[in-house]
């Protein structure tokens, strides 16, 4: 029997996002693997605070790459790419076999296995397989698997998330369902849901906060699959 000091209730995907850092955290100390460097890393990388940072069996980590732990332990997954410029703040998670590329991730990220990302990322969790080609800010997101954030994808979040660390009740992340994808230069806010199966095209309309499953269109229009 062994006692658990204190359950955290979790009612919906934004209280999931706003406990990822201390989630984080708490992963990587029961693992006890902090200071375990497995991979290839560039004598031009720069690791800060090694003994919260792991890189795994295989993975590369390259030139110009930051791993800043300061804040919180960085945890790199297993065959793992990793190219310059990029910055990893943590707590941050980047899970098997996924490559990131010219990006800024800042605290609170998880990257599910298999991913390629490049850009600036906050706050988001991207369950596996995604697929982030967009050099724009993404953050306070939950994406599904297989999701796909084309080139130009804008995500506008209303000035509160910032004031208040993103915990804000009367706002809410952008959850994205699984295989969908976002096309050029599509827009959207804050507490915006995205269905199962989108393809969603660009426009200068923002998306509407609720979008069906198995549509494709743009902000404006769109049809059934």
Not at 114 to 120: K, L, P, Q, V, Y
Not at 127 to 155: D, H, N
Request: negative net charge; proline residues 4%; aromatic residues 12%.
């Amino acid at each position: 029997v062994r006692e658990i000091p204190e359950l955290i209730l979790v009612q919906d995907l934004w209280d999931i996002i706003k406990r990822n850092n201390e989630q984080i955290s708490f992963d990587f100390e029961f693992l006890r693997e902090g200071g375990l460097l497995r991979g290839d890393v560039h004598y031009q990388a720069s690791i800060l605070e090694e003994h919260k940072i792991t890189v795994g069996k295989r993975s590369r980590i390259g030139a110009q790459v930051i791993l800043d732990a300061r804040k919180g332990p960085v945890y790199i997954g297993d065959e793992v790419t990793i190219e310059g410029p990029t910055l990893i703040q943590g707590p941050a998670y980047i899970g098997n076999y996924s490559e990131v590329t010219a990006a800024t991730i800042l605290a609170g990220s998880s990257i599910g296995p298999g991913s390629t990302i490049t850009g600036h990322l906050e706050h988001c969790i991207l369950q596996g397989f995604v697929k982030k080609y967009s050099r724009e800010y993404i953050g306070y997101t939950y994406a599904g698997e297989w999701v796909e954030f084309g080139v130009g994808t804008i995500f506008q979040p209303y000035k509160p998330i910032y004031e208040t660390g993103g915990v804000g009740e009367d706002k809410g992340p952008f959850i994205v369902g699984d295989f969908s994808h976002t096309g050029f230069a599509s827009r959207y806010e804050d507490s915006t849901v995205l269905g199962l199966c989108c393809h969603m095209n660009g426009g200068d309309a923002v998306f509407p906060k609720e979008i069906p499953s198995f549509v494709a269109g743009s902000a404006t229009r769109w049809k059934e699959l």
